[in-house]
């Protein structure tokens, strides 16, 4: 089975073409850039071709979707995959695509306009070109249906909450849910039992505690707004600030907005960019500025995995993923400083040493908590899902 996944961004649509049986192989790969742009490309690298980069036509994401089809359309596609951000409480598991689906996604849009308006372009996209293809919607709020309502709820009205859904949904979760699995191969433990925390940590950035396999609390909320510092998000705020800056300071919520959402965390508090690398070449030069953005940022991540050790009793393991968490050492080491309270000790030459390609252990041999660098795959996660939904339950062998 031939499974083909579309991961829509706001200016980019990656995919993934997977052969899933009899064993996983990845046919070809790539990303539809700058879409909406006269810049707008194609790169794709297939198995047995030489990589291939070109401009395309693309106005839309629905036009960058189509290009991805028809470039993969020669290898065979089975079934077709979509990552949709956010399910709301309506959607718990993948959901075949149907007239019924797309517009109970359409119903929660407004929870992320952006991300769910950018999945339904995907799979109209799909509908049209592959009718006879089944078609999967995978809801990146999903793994977190499992959060407790005392971790879940807000303290608000019951009554005003239930109206209108308001609760923490959580985010990023099948990349929480495949480096959860990931990690617990490298540990060679079975799920019972076990306590993980996972660090998704790029220009959104998540924490999840994960308790026998299930997501037990994650730092993301109502929207992916909530929780640690990101690239360009706050993250935590008091709701009084954002009172303060309608009432006094007099900005619109749309100015509130854009403020939270795209001119503040690291790029605010740094005063230059929201990516991590130009962020520390800047303190590596002596800026104060961005020095201090990098400790807001490991300080807020490191007072996450304290409080998740206290939701979970203890850990097993901790794993970061992601952009950041999978290649900047530097973050890395700034966030596992003082864990050794929780039996957490990082091996400064292991961690320097750590790529990103390949799941890899930075802790050292005394640690009683082990650390992991364990690089993300949703778009492995998505088919994997697909096909238990579609042909039924496998035993999947990652592989190296």
């Given at each position: 089975?031939?499974?083909?996944v579309?991961?829509?961004?706001?200016?980019?649509?990656?995919?993934?073409?997977?052969?899933?049986?009899?064993?996983?192989?990845?046919?070809?790969?790539?990303?539809v850039?700058?879409?909406?742009?006269?810049?707008?490309?194609?790169?794709?690298?297939?198995?047995?071709?030489?990589?291939?980069?070109?401009?395309?036509?693309?106005?839309?994401?629905?036009?960058?979707?189509?290009?991805?089809?028809?470039a993969?359309?020669?290898?065979?596609?089975?079934?077709?995959?979509?990552?949709?951000?956010?399910?709301?409480?309506?959607?718990?598991?993948?959901?075949?695509?149907?007239?019924?689906?797309?517009?109970?996604?359409?119903?929660?849009?407004?929870?992320?306009?952006?991300?769910?308006?950018?999945?339904?372009?995907?799979?109209?996209?799909?509908?049209?070109?592959?009718?006879?293809?089944?078609?999967?919607?995978?809801?990146d709020?999903?793994?977190?249906?499992?959060?407790?309502?005392?971790?879940?709820?807000?303290?608000?009205?019951?009554?005003?909450?239930?109206?209108?859904?308001?609760?923490?949904?959580?985010?990023?979760?099948?990349?929480?849910?495949?480096?959860?699995?990931?990690?617990?191969?490298?540990?060679?433990?079975?799920?019972?039992?076990?306590?993980?925390?996972?660090?998704?940590?790029?220009?959104?950035?998540?924490?999840?505690?994960?308790?026998d396999?299930?997501?037990?609390?994650?730092?993301?909320?109502?929207?992916?707004?909530?929780?640690?510092?990101?690239?360009?998000?706050?993250?935590?705020?008091?709701?009084?600030?954002?009172?303060?800056?309608?009432?006094?300071?007099?900005?619109?919520?749309?100015?509130?907005?854009e403020?939270?959402?795209?001119?503040?965390?690291?790029?605010g508090?740094?005063?230059?960019?929201?990516?991590?690398r130009?962020?520390?070449?800047?303190?590596?030069?002596?800026?104060?500025?961005?020095?201090?953005?990098?400790?807001?940022?490991?300080?807020?991540?490191?007072?996450?995995?304290?409080a998740?050790?206290?939701?979970?009793?203890?850990?097993?393991?901790?794993?970061?993923?992601?952009?950041?968490?999978?290649?900047?050492?530097?973050?890395?080491?700034?966030?596992?400083?003082?864990?050794?309270?929780?039996?957490?000790?990082?091996?400064?030459?292991?961690?320097?040493?750590?790529?990103?390609?390949?799941?890899?252990?930075?802790?050292?041999?005394?640690?009683?908590?082990?650390?992991?660098?364990?690089p993300?795959d949703?778009?492995?996660?998505?088919?994997?899902?697909?096909?238990?939904?579609?042909?039924?339950?496998?035993?999947?062998?990652?592989?190296?």
């Open positions: 089975m031939n499974v083909l579309l991961n829509a961004g706001s200016s980019s649509l990656k995919f993934r073409l997977l052969r899933m049986r009899p064993a996983e192989q990845v046919l070809a790969s790539g990303q850039e700058k879409w909406g742009t006269p810049q707008a490309s194609l790169r794709m690298e297939a198995s047995g071709r030489s990589p291939e980069r070109r401009s395309v036509a693309a106005e839309t994401p629905a036009h960058a979707a189509e290009h991805a089809i028809e993969c359309r020669p290898l065979g596609i089975d079934a077709l995959g979509h990552r949709v951000v956010h399910g709301g409480a309506k959607f718990r598991d993948p959901t075949r695509i149907s007239p019924e689906t797309i517009a109970g996604i359409r119903e929660v849009s407004h929870l992320a306009p952006l991300h769910n308006g950018l999945a339904l372009a995907g799979i109209e996209a799909g509908l049209r070109l592959l009718p006879d293809v089944p078609a999967v919607a995978v809801f709020t999903a793994f977190h249906r499992t959060i407790p309502d005392v971790a879940a709820l807000y303290a608000i009205p019951s009554e005003l909450a239930q109206k209108h859904s308001l609760r923490r949904f959580g985010f990023h979760g099948i990349s929480h849910q495949y480096v959860s699995g990931r990690l617990l191969e490298c540990l060679r433990r079975p799920v019972a039992g076990t306590r993980l925390i996972t660090c998704h940590l790029g220009n959104g950035a998540s924490l999840c505690a994960i308790r396999g299930r997501s037990i609390d994650t730092s993301m909320g109502f929207t992916p707004m909530e929780g640690l510092v990101m690239g360009t998000r706050s993250g935590d705020i008091d709701p009084g600030l954002l009172l303060h800056l309608l009432t006094t300071v007099r900005l619109h919520a749309q100015q509130v907005d403020l939270l959402n795209r001119r503040s965390g690291l790029l508090l740094s005063g230059r960019s929201g990516d991590v130009e962020i520390e070449q800047a303190a590596a030069a002596g800026d104060a500025r961005a020095h201090l953005a990098l400790e807001i940022f490991a300080y807020r991540v490191r007072k996450y995995i304290g998740y050790a206290a939701v979970l009793g203890g850990i097993d393991a901790l794993a970061f993923a992601a952009g950041v968490g999978e290649h900047s050492a530097d973050a890395r080491s700034r966030i596992c400083r003082d864990l050794s309270y929780l039996g957490a000790s990082l091996d400064g030459a292991r961690n320097d040493s750590a790529t990103g390609d390949d799941p890899f252990p930075i802790s050292t041999e005394a640690s009683s908590v082990q650390i992991w660098v364990i993300t949703e778009e492995r996660q998505i088919a994997r899902e697909i096909v238990e939904l579609l042909a039924g339950p496998v035993a999947w062998a990652t592989l190296p």
